[in-house]
């Protein structure tokens, strides 16, 4: 398990990593300070490495970036969002057993 298949998002790569992939995005909106980010941090990067070639999992840091979460009416955090084609398709908010995240991208990997 490693960060290395994780997009760090930002106000610059948002558009090109987000609303213009060709492949699913799952999109963990998180801060620093959040425990329960912390928490499910180690579940996302997990999620990164078994869908990496089939899905993006990408962060955004709410705290440097909250005019992207506010685009998405995220008010609370941890918040998962998955894209396809640029538009949101599902959400989880709060931290959630691996398997619910699994469960948002099955049938479009």
């Not at 799952?26 to 078994?50: G, K, M, S, T, Y």
């Not at 899905?55 to 995220?74: E, I, M, S, T």
Request: charged fraction near 20%; aromatic fraction near 8%.
């Amino acid at each position: 398990m490693s960060d290395t298949n994780i997009v760090s998002l930002n106000s610059e790569n948002y558009e090109d990593e987000v609303i213009l992939a060709a492949e699913p995005v799952l999109v963990d909106f998180w801060a620093p300070w959040c425990a329960p980010c912390r928490a499910l941090a180690p579940v996302i990067a997990e999620l990164a490495d078994d869908y990496a070639g089939k899905a993006k999992v990408c962060k955004l840091n709410v705290d440097d970036f909250g005019a992207l979460a506010a685009l998405h009416n995220v008010m609370s955090i941890p918040t998962v969002l998955l894209f396809s084609e640029g538009n949101e398709l599902s959400r989880l908010v709060g931290v959630k057993p691996k398997e619910a995240y699994a469960e948002l991208l099955k049938g479009l990997v």
